[in-house]
T-cell receptor, first 113, second 114 residues
Framework: GENVEQHPSTLSVQEGDSAVIKCTYS??????FPWYKQELGKRPQLIID?????GEKKDQRIAVTLNKTAKHFSLHITETQPEDSAVYFC????????????FGTGTLLAVQP | DADVTQTPRNRITKTGKRIMLECSQT?????MYWYRQDPGLGLRLIYY???????NKGEISDGYSVSRQAQAKFSLSLESAIPNQTALYFC?????????????FGPGTRLLVL
């Protein structure tokens, strides 16, 4: 079945450094790749997404890159701040149905002040 | 997002009991989903509904059932709860009619099965 692998499971960085989280997916028909952020005790919220017809997308300090050939995509956070500390989930659509998602297992990002 | 609500927020039950978790939304979205979250396993899709009367199984539907009573309501039932159903359950919505793909999550229901 479809699968999304996410690494690392935990990531600790110093404030101001960059953080990179990587995901690989198995379904070559996947065409939508969102990233969700879940702060402690809160609900997941979308922070950025990318479609398969785009290789990179940026929104201020966050960016996502997609390599369709290798079937992997990454989240990049620059100039990290303590409020970036959270669990981040990647997801991939099941086939071309963009509203059905398979989630990765999450990355706990800790930004040390 | 206060537009997606879940009740109860916390629930403790015993093995073998039937329980229902409820989700309501005021966003007017057509699609609704139920996920469970377990440490180290991320979010896994249990059931989803594209409209009233439309029900589809997700990755892990065994032991669960759902009902889409109205566009705004989607309930999840555990017919006979077992301890490995202890988890954090999230409802989510999305609106495909507006071309949107973002899923909006409720606050979650923390369930403990003893």
């Amino acid at each position: 079945g479809e699968n999304v692998e996410q690494h690392p499971s935990t990531l600790s960085v110093q404030e101001g450094d960059s953080a990179v989280i990587k995901c690989t997916y198995s379904d070559s028909a996947s065409n939508y790749f969102p990233w969700y952020k879940q702060e402690l005790g809160k609900r997941p919220q979308l922070i950025i997404d990318i479609r398969s017809n785009v290789g990179e997308k940026k929104d201020q300090r966050i960016a996502v890159t997609l390599n369709k050939t290798a079937k992997h995509f990454s989240l990049h956070i620059t100039e990290t701040q303590p409020e970036d500390s959270a669990v981040y989930f990647c997801a991939a659509s099941i086939g071309s149905a963009t509203n059905k998602l398979i989630f990765g297992t999450g990355t706990l990002l800790a930004v040390q002040p | 997002d206060a537009d997606v609500t879940q009740t109860p927020r916390n629930r403790i039950t015993k093995t073998g009991k039937r329980i229902m978790l409820e989700c309501s939304q005021t966003k007017g979205h057509d699609r609704m989903y139920w996920y469970r979250q377990d440490p180290g396993l991320g979010l896994r899709l249990i059931y989803y509904s594209f409209d009233v009367k439309d029900i589809n199984k997700g990755e892990i539907s065994d032991g669960y059932s759902v009902s889409r009573q109205a566009q705004a309501k989607f309930s999840l039932s555990l017919e006979s709860a077992i301890p490995n159903q202890t988890a954090l359950y999230f409802c989510a919505t999305s609106d495909t009619r507006q071309g949107g793909e973002t899923q909006y999550f409720g606050p979650g229901t923390r369930l403990l099965v003893l």
